[in-house]
T-cell receptor, first 115, second 114 residues
Framework: AQKVTQAQTEISVVEKEDVTLDCVYE???????LFWYKQPPSGELVFLIR??????QNEISGRYSWNFQKSTSSFNFTITASQVVDSAVYFC????????????FGPGTSLSVIP | EAGVTQSPTHLIKTRGQQATLRCSPI?????VYWYQQALGLGLQFLLW???????NRGNFPPRFSGRQFPNYSSELNVNALELEDSALYLC???FGTGGNQPQHFGDGTRLSIL
């Protein structure tokens, strides 16, 4: 079965703290893609990053970093030195190439950064 | 490059009425997706169109329908509106149907049923 789990429903941190958002996935496909999206209070989802199943390199972009581990089926997202503007709902998503049921989103994690 | 545009921004209807929501994808994108996001909840997949064809639909009743036009824009129609249809409706587009293509979202249409 294809599934995305984000066990953390809500997280609150104080500004400048580091925070990690967890994403665990299940898939029967050997080729798949993982995504993170950010949904600020304004409502529009913003694409942050894509990872291919055959590329386990971690990635860093400014204060954001992503840790992809196939062995544990996880694709975690860390925000370093969090800021109030990071307050949003973050969605992890899983996609694959074939079939008509090609993407599923996790339930989302609501992050609140307190000044 | 213009992003995904949705109209209207807000829509207020009463029970039993019909609503039409519109979406224009990013230029060059052929796939359009519709999602429903009820308050405080995650994304519920509604419909996926590609090249004018309905490719998949989520677990929603038939009163939710849509279409994709030759210019790849799309409409979502909801008939016989019910109170629980109140939600943010998000449209997304992607370049082709490959799983590696990220979806790009519009700002959404907030539908309120009175």
């Amino acid at each position: 079965a294809q599934k995305v789990t984000q066990a953390q429903t809500e997280i609150s941190v104080v500004e400048k703290e580091d925070v990690t958002l967890d994403c665990v996935y299940e898939t029967r496909d050997t080729t798949y893609y993982l995504f993170w999206y950010k949904q600020p209070p304004s409502g529009e989802l913003v694409f942050l990053i894509r990872r291919n199943s055959f590329d386990e390199q971690n990635e860093i972009s400014g204060r954001y970093s992503w840790n992809f581990q196939k062995s544990t089926s996880s694709f975690n997202f860390t925000i370093t030195a969090s800021q109030v503007v990071d307050s949003a709902v973050y969605f992890c998503a899983l996609s694959w190439d074939f079939g008509d049921d090609k993407v599923i989103f996790g339930p989302g994690t609501s992050l609140s950064v307190i000044p | 490059e213009a992003g995904v545009t949705q109209s209207p921004t807000h829509l207020i209807k009463t029970r039993g009425q019909q609503a039409t929501l519109r979406c224009s994808p990013i230029s060059g994108h052929t796939s359009v997706y519709w999602y429903q996001q009820a308050l405080g909840l995650g994304l519920q997949f509604l419909l996926w169109y590609d090249e004018g064809e309905e490719r998949n639909r989520g677990n929603f009743p038939p009163r939710f329908s849509g279409r994709q036009f030759p210019n790849y824009s799309s409409e979502l129609n909801v008939n016989a509106l019910e109170l629980e249809d109140s939600a943010l409706y998000l449209c997304a587009s992607s370049f082709g149907t490959g799983g590696n293509q990220p979806q790009h979202f519009g700002d959404g249409t907030r539908l309120s049923i009175l």
